[in-house]
């Protein structure tokens, strides 16, 4: 059991940084600031992170910016980026178009 | 719906060689690449592996993939390119994107061997065009022959980043730095040594602060940093240049075994895949080898793949447990070689004070890359004898031993122990063949003659830029820091199939500079 | 083992929990402790749906609550919250390709027109006007002008962000086990790692999982549950504001600010899936026939890339609407589940109606009908 408002007291407020500008996922334009103030406003998991601020969700799926972003919520957290558990994996592993996915070759269909 | 044996998911190292064990064993595997070329990461390797002979050793990377293909080819694995896996979902159903359709295949076996992707560090300006990461700078040069740029600056100084280094030499680069957050070097000395003595300098405990540039990479400063990773004002260093590398360590892509549901663990060489000692995941029938369980070399995800590919032959039940012991105990041995020495696994993060012979370690190579004058007469490799002998300057425990095969007069051991550093044996005439130069993976063996007369000697050392310099020439020759010694001339300029690309060249210096001269740079 | 206690407990930290838990900060109620099972705010249907903000289509019990969060709840929102919740009230078209289809959608619009919501069938012509990039095969929609589409994730984790700043205690990986009662009320509530909370009013806002609580006290709610599936583009130009429906049902969804297209579609082979609720795999087949159907509504659409596909169960109720009902042979328990799929649209009002269900107060539109013992025999 994780409680947030404890989790939140312990963290303290969030303090700006003089990086907060900085580019973290590229593909979405999020900046470490953004995601900093995330956590402190209580976005925990990197599904949260994810989902309030975009990260990850771009044509790279977090491929680059995922461990990135992990670090960024480990440090804010006062907690080891082994704890931090990463995004879901989803189909497809590489961004492709309808047109071919649409024709996925099955037994009977056209 | 089409189902087989096994299905490979990458056509790299690991995944080949699960295939060929899987086919040698009667299984039908096949192999699906997202590339158009199969052979993963090893036709970008140009330079020469380490290992035993066993691990393909002095053998270099594409050549090693070369010999992968035809072997699978000879098993009749069945390879199919272009082919990207979109997903891996229950009863081991695989979609694959094949041209403009996707397929469904089904495997009784699945193998991932999907390898890793490059890290990225965020700094300012990293977004900038010009900065890349060191394989696709690896990828532009070796596989397209593209110049990635004019003035680089490397971050990291892992394997990669020294290996990538020394490639952007070859390539015709000036490669201005390295640069690493970390108080000292990660990779193997002699791939250090290789570029320090060709003048690249080493910042340690530096990182970059900033790339300038607007539309393109014009520069970069770096600062150095405390123990904390916080930059220390007033440290600032900028460099002017088009390029900067990242090689800033690998990340398994790990993906599709996440997405089918096996356990996962957060290690330092990645998020991976929880397997047994036989590669095999905690959802029965799925197996993974190779980057994609662990970051590794190329050479332990050969064996890797093999010690896979046998055991599912034995899930499958086309080996027996006996057949795959005793498999297994051929390919653990090779693949326990791999992990020892200063690098092993465990090592990670250590500082090792001292050689498995008691030796200290060279605190300079740590730093600045290159064994200090006054330090490089502690190693057992570096003697001194009348006429010529070979001068092995090699002074990490790393599992490496073709130098001791090279000589066919028996002038070097290493002994049993395949970490051990090399012994040269005087009591054995050398004959200056040059063979052990050109077997070391590393660049690290020179034939010394300290007296040719006339208080001169010479200094063969290997070489493999081009052009070649000309017998007769005159030029520099450069100490281990790649700082001039004193003037050169070439007096000899050896290529041979058996060298493969290795040139041996030969100077002539004052002999007091015999001990001191590895590198020539041309007037 | 600990024992803590509140004003009134939320087991479910989804959008309808996280919304509750708001309204109920805002009304002043200091205590407001919220229970999610999972670690991450929202995990379950409220970040898996495609985000559409509905009044057309809905049964007459909830069509009221489900209007009064679209005239009164949604277009201010994001301004309440602080946060874009990226609402959109650009209208529904819900297309059909066959007569079959239109005549469908007709009844729906007459049943939709008597109970007071702007909804009518609309020409071929009138949907190119509404919507140039659909094909010549849609003949016909239905159209309400008043129906939008919001972003589910933001509008869940907005009303956590605005909840959590107000002083409420959340809870995450806080599975709970069993409920209990303390002298014919239902007070206890403990977690399957032990602890303990107590509170007078306990608010069941857990998706399927609402029905296993619920049995810890004898209360059966009947519930069954779907998988369903959603994709997203990448990002393309921006091309329309309107939610998509179509009459068939193949698929549904929006282009979302971002730019990306969110559309939920399916196999057919939805109902014979043998998943635990644990588990959210995606099927091999649905993603394709999910693209078949959009790109035989929207030709355009032939080469957006699709980044990503997941799935998510839905807590399909018997009848269709939800269970929103005080149990009053347990007193102290509030069940708001079995929203069937569509939940996201409503869960403002929800919210605001389970707050005010919680301190007594009469609720902003009467949901009398969706009380959790409406369920009878049919012979």
């Known amino acids: 059991m994780k409680d947030i408002q404890e989790k939140r007291k312990e963290i303290g407020p969030f303090i700006p940084g003089p990086d907060d500008d900085l580019l973290i996922c590229r593909c979405e334009e999020v900046t470490k600031g953004e995601i900093r103030q995330a956590v402190h406003a209580g976005m925990f998991t990197i599904e949260e992170i994810r989902r309030f601020l975009r990260c990850g969700m771009g044509l790279c799926q977090g491929q680059t910016c995922g461990k990135l972003v992990k670090g960024i919520v480990a440090r804010e957290l006062q907690v080891s980026p082994a704890e931090i558990e990463p995004a879901t994996s989803r189909a497809p592993m590489r961004p492709t178009e309808m047109r071919i996915m649409a024709k996925d070759g099955g037994d009977d269909r056209e | ?523 | 083992m600990s024992k803590m206690t509140a004003d009134v407990i939320i087991i479910g930290g989804g959008v309808n929990g996280c919304a509750t838990a708001y309204y109920l900060a805002k009304k002043g109620v200091k205590d407001v402790v919220v229970l999610e099972a999972d670690k991450s705010i929202g995990h379950g249907g409220s970040s898996r749906n495609g985000g559409g903000v509905r009044q057309s289509g809905r049964d007459m019990r909830e069509l009221p609550y489900a209007m009064y969060a679209v005239n009164h709840m949604w277009p201010t929102l994001s301004e309440e919250l602080g946060v874009d919740v990226e609402y959109y009230q650009k209208g529904n078209l819900r297309m059909g390709k066959t007569e079959a289809h239109l005549k469908k959608l007709e009844n729906l619009a007459a049943r939709s027109r008597e109970l007071g919501l702007d909804m009518n069938v609309v020409d071929a012509k009138t949907v190119k006007e509404i919507c140039p990039y659909l094909s010549d095969e849609v003949i016909g929609a239905s159209w309400c002008p008043t129906d939008g589409h919001a972003n589910p994730m933001v509008t869940t984790l907005a009303y956590y962000k605005r909840a959590v700043e107000m002083g409420v205690r959340f809870f995450t990986e806080a599975k709970v086990a069993s409920l209990g009662l303390y002298k014919g009320k239902l007070r206890r509530v403990i977690l399957e790692s032990g602890e303990v909370f107590e509170a007078e009013t306990v608010i069941i806002a857990a998706g399927y999982e609402s029905r296993y609580l619920a049995r810890t006290v004898g209360i059966d709610v009947p519930l069954s549950t779907y998988f369903e599936e959603a994709l997203v583009t990448e990002m393309q130009p921006h091309m329309f504001d309107i939610m998509l429906g179509c009459a068939d049902g193949d698929f549904y969804g929006h282009q979302s600010k971002h730019g990306s297209f969110v559309f939920g579609s399916d196999s057919g082979l939805e109902e014979e899936i043998d998943m635990p609720l644990t588990e959210l795999k995606t099927s091999s087949l649905t993603v394709s026939a999910g693209c078949r159907a959009i790109m035989s509504y929207i030709p355009l659409l032939a080469d957006a890339k699709i980044v990503r596909t997941w799935g998510g169960w839905i807590d399909m109720c018997h009848d269709g609407v939800p269970v929103i009902s005080r149990v009053d042979e347990v007193p102290g328990m509030i069940l708001a589940c079995g929203f069937t799929g569509h939940g996201f649209g409503t869960a403002p009002a929800v919210g605001l109606m389970l707050a005010q269900m919680a301190l007594g107060e009469e609720t902003v539109v009467d949901i009398s009908a969706l009380s959790y013992d409406r369920f009878k025999p049919v012979r």
């Not at chain 2, 690896?138 to 600056?153: A, E, F, R, Y």
């Not at chain 2, 892992?158 to 070859?170: E, M, R």
């Not at chain 2, 393109?216 to 390029?243: L, Y």
């Not at chain 2, 007469?377 to 095969?405: A, F, K, L, S, W």
């Open chain 2, 1 to 523: 719906m089409e189902r087989y044996d096994l299905i490979v998911i990458g056509a790299g190292p690991a995944g080949l060689s699960a295939a060929i064990e899987a086919a040698k064993n009667g299984l039908k595997p096949i192999v699906f690449d997202e590339n158009a070329r199969p052979g993963g990461q090893l036709f970008k390797q140009i330079h020469k592996f380490f290992g035993s002979k066993e691990h393909k050793a002095k053998i270099r990377g594409f050549k090693i993939g070369d010999d992968l293909l035809a072997e699978a080819s000879e098993n009749g694995v069945q390879v199919v390119l272009n082919a990207t896996v979109m997903g891996l979902y229950p009863e081991k159903e695989v979609t694959v994107k094949i041209g403009e359709e996707i397929h469904h295949y089904k495997g009784d076996s699945i193998l991932t061997a999907t390898g890793a992707s490059e890290n990225m560090v965020p700094f300012r300006g990293w977004t900038t065009p010009g900065v890349i990461g060191a394989g696709a700078a690896q990828t532009m040069m070796n596989l397209h022959h593209i110049k990635p740029g004019n003035k680089v600056l490397m971050l990291g100084s892992g394997n990669v980043g020294l290996v990538v280094s020394y490639q952007l030499l070859q390539a015709g680069c000036e490669v201005v730095a390295v640069v690493d957050a970390a108080p000292r070097i990660g990779g193997y000395g002699v791939h250090a040594a290789k570029i320090a003595r060709c003048g690249v300098p080493f910042y340690l405990s530096n990182t970059i602060v900033e790339v300038t540039g607007d539309e393109a990479v014009d520069g970069v400063t770096i600062a150095e940093v405390d123990r904390n990773f916080q930059f220390i004002p007033g440290t600032e260093k900028h460099f002017e240049v088009d390029t900067v590398c990242v090689a800033v360590g690998l990340s398994p892509m790990a993906q599709l075994l996440k997405q089918a549901g096996c356990k996962m663990k957060d290690t330092p060489g990645g998020f991976i895949p929880e397997c047994d000692e036989y590669g095999a995941t905690s959802v029965p029938g799925i197996f993974a080898a190779g980057d994609v369980a662990g970051i590794e070399e190329a050479s332990s995800a050969m064996i890797e793949g093999r010690i896979a590919g046998a055991a599912i032959a034995n899930y499958l039940g086309y080996l027996d447990a006996d057949g795959l012991k005793e498999k297994e105990n051929s390919l653990e041995d090779a693949l326990g070689s791999l992990r020892q020495g200063m690098f092993a696994p465990k090592n990670r993060g250590k500082l090792v004070t001292k050689t498995e012979e008691g030796i200290d370690t060279s605190m300079n190579l740590l730093e600045k890359g290159f064994v200090a004058d006054d330090e490089i007469e502690r190693y057992p490799g570096v003697t001194h004898t009348v006429g010529i002998h070979p001068v092995m300057e090699c002074t990490q425990n790393i599992p490496c031993n073709p130098c001791q095969d090279a000589c066919a007069k028996g002038c070097i051991s290493i002994g049993a122990n395949i970490t051990s550093l090399p012994v040269v044996k005087n009591d054995v005439k050398c004959i200056g063949c040059g063979m052990c130069v050109a077997s070391c993976s590393g660049q690290a063996i020179f034939l010394v003659d300290e007296d040719t007369g006339d208080g001169y000697g010479t200094v063969t050392l290997p070489y493999e830029f081009l052009p070649l310099p000309e017998t007769g020439e005159k030029g520099i020759a450069l100490g281990r820091d790649g700082k001039k010694v004193c003037e050169a001339e070439v007096v000899s300029v050896r290529s041979a199939k058996a060298f493969d690309h290795t040139n041996l060249l030969t100077i002539r210096v004052p002999s007091d500079m015999t001990m001191k001269a590895r590198f020539y740079k041309r007037a």
